[in-house]
């Protein structure tokens, strides 16, 4: 019904709710480590899981660091691919 409204892919729906299901599990478990790692693996930041969990910035990222939770950065190639024509 959303698709058929508002034409946006099945794929990005599915995206989205996926991350609204996390805000709410990440509202429900308030500094649980299994949470935060999930979230944080989504790309969700420090500042808007405090806000979730009604603490601070700081008190969200001592947790990370007392449990060893680093940010983590990887390369993306984004050079087309060989062989690849766009028309």
Sequence with gaps: ???DITKITPFFLEAIKHII???STLKENAFDLNTLKAAKKMGFSD???AKLWKCTEKEVC???KENKIYPNYRMI?????ENE???
């Design 21 to 23: 299901d996390m805000e």
């Design 47 to 49: 500042k808007y899981i």
């Design 1 to 3: 019904l959303i698709h």
């Design 85 to 87: 024509r766009y028309v």
């Design 62 to 64: 001592t947790f990370r």
């Design 77 to 81: 190639n984004t050079a087309p691919v």
